[in-house]
């Protein structure tokens, strides 16, 4: 399918596209840009024919496809290099949560020659690093490809092809759409699950009990995404503008839970539990590898 692979970044989600590429032979050769000794070191435990790199040099000038796995923060520096090196008609795609700031990026710096494509694997996990790899992470996951105007049609029918070829099933979606969407889907869960371990170590400082250490399921269970890398959610909370209007619709609901314990209105209370309880499950019937989402393609 390729000729020529780059991987920039292997955590957890780079080092499981590796795997996959190497087990459905999608490239003759994939190369590997980590800067971590340690990463490099878990890799090449990893049975993934890759060769590494320790910077964009002309060694990659005729790859035919890059895969940006780092956190966002990262592309820039990484693009404006890429520019410099990669051959005419490369494409390039990447991994990142959000998307509009993306877009605004690859409009600015992108060199014209080169083809950017966004895209979204929806099958991340709480844990990071290589050695959490797998190369079936992204079977029957949906992948979200960013649709913008005046793409290739081929390029775009090339990364869509590279996702089938490693499991994942796709869903076309323009940056605004795609942004609002996560806010309320993935960045207010994981802001909220932050926020629960910062309430419950601020309840120990107060009451001055260990109640970390009794933690139960609720906690346990509800807290699990809070141990996802700091640093690539720092760049989704900073990058996607849409998590301040989430934020302040759970900051409303949450009062009127509030007021509706607090006047001990059973009624309204039973009906909110209640109401709850169906799209909970709902959302368990609804799962990923089942139900296609509507999404508000255009």
Same mark, same amino acid.
């Given at each position: 399918?390729?000729?020529? %692979?780059?991987?920039?970044?292997?955590?957890?989600?780079?080092?499981?596209?590796?795997?996959?590429?190497?087990?459905?032979?999608?490239?003759?050769?994939?190369?590997?840009?980590?800067?971590?000794?340690?990463?490099?070191?878990?890799?090449?435990? #990893?049975?993934?024919?890759?060769? !590494?790199?320790?910077?964009?040099?002309? /060694? =990659?000038?005729?790859?035919?496809?890059?895969? @940006?796995?780092?956190?966002?923060? $990262?592309? /820039?520096? %990484?693009?404006?290099?890429?520019?410099?090196?990669?051959?005419?008609?490369?494409?390039?795609?990447?991994?990142?949560?959000?998307?509009?700031?993306? %877009?605004?990026?690859?409009?600015?710096?992108?060199?014209?020659?080169?083809?950017?494509?966004?895209?979204?694997?929806?099958?991340?996990?709480? =844990?990071?690093?290589?050695?959490?790899?797998?190369?079936? @992470? !992204?079977?029957?996951?949906?992948?979200?490809?960013?649709?913008?105007?005046?793409?290739?049609?081929?390029?775009?029918?090339?990364?869509?092809?590279?996702?089938?070829?490693?499991?994942?099933k796709i869903v076309l979606m323009?940056?605004?759409?795609?942004?609002?969407?996560?806010? %309320?889907?993935?960045?207010?869960?994981?802001?909220?699950?932050? +926020? @629960?371990?910062?309430?419950?170590?601020?309840? $120990?400082?107060?009451? *001055?009990?260990?109640?970390?250490?009794?933690? &139960?399921?609720?906690?346990?269970?509800?807290?699990?995404?809070?141990?996802? +890398? /700091?640093?690539?959610?720092?760049?989704?909370?900073?990058?996607?503008?849409?998590? #301040?209007? &989430?934020?302040?619709?759970?900051?409303?609901?949450? +009062?009127?839970?509030?007021?509706?314990?607090?006047?001990?209105?059973?009624?309204?209370? #039973?009906?909110? @539990?209640?109401?709850?309880?169906?799209? *909970?499950? $709902?959302?368990?019937?609804?799962?990923?590898?089942?139900?296609?989402?509507?999404?508000?393609? /255009?």
């Amino acid at each position: 399918m390729f000729k020529k %692979i780059l991987i920039i970044g292997c955590g957890l989600i780079g080092s499981s596209i590796l795997q996959a590429i190497h087990s459905k032979k999608i490239s003759k050769k994939i190369f590997v840009l980590e800067k971590s000794k340690k990463n490099i070191s878990k890799i090449k435990k #990893i049975k993934s024919n890759c060769k !590494f790199i320790k910077n964009i040099n002309n /060694e =990659v000038s005729d790859v035919d496809l890059v895969i @940006l796995c780092t956190p966002m923060s $990262q592309y /820039e520096k %990484i693009i404006k290099k890429l520019n410099k090196i990669l051959k005419s008609g490369c494409l390039i795609t990447d991994v990142g949560s959000t998307k509009q700031n993306i %877009i605004k990026l690859k409009n600015k710096i992108l060199n014209k020659k080169l083809n950017w494509i966004s895209s979204h694997p929806i099958a991340g996990s709480e =844990v990071s690093g290589p050695e959490h790899g797998n190369k079936n @992470l !992204f079977s029957k996951k949906w992948c979200v490809i960013l649709k913008e105007k005046k793409q290739s049609s081929k390029k775009i029918n090339l990364i869509i092809k590279f996702w089938k070829k490693i499991g994942s099933k796709i869903v076309l979606m323009n940056s605004i759409n795609h942004d609002k969407i996560f806010s %309320i889907t993935s960045h207010l869960p994981h802001l909220i699950a932050y +926020n @629960l371990i910062k309430t419950a170590q601020d309840s $120990q400082k107060i009451q *001055r009990k260990k109640l970390i250490q009794y933690s &139960a399921g609720g906690l346990r269970d509800f807290s699990r995404i809070a141990a996802s +890398n /700091e640093i690539m959610w720092r760049d989704i909370f900073f990058n996607n503008d849409n998590i #301040i209007k &989430a934020i302040n619709l759970f900051t409303k609901n949450l +009062n009127s839970f509030k007021k509706i314990i607090q006047n001990k209105n059973n009624k309204k209370l #039973i009906s909110r @539990l209640s109401n709850s309880k169906k799209v *909970r499950t $709902q959302i368990v019937q609804l799962k990923q590898d089942i139900a296609k989402p509507d999404f508000g393609r /255009e």
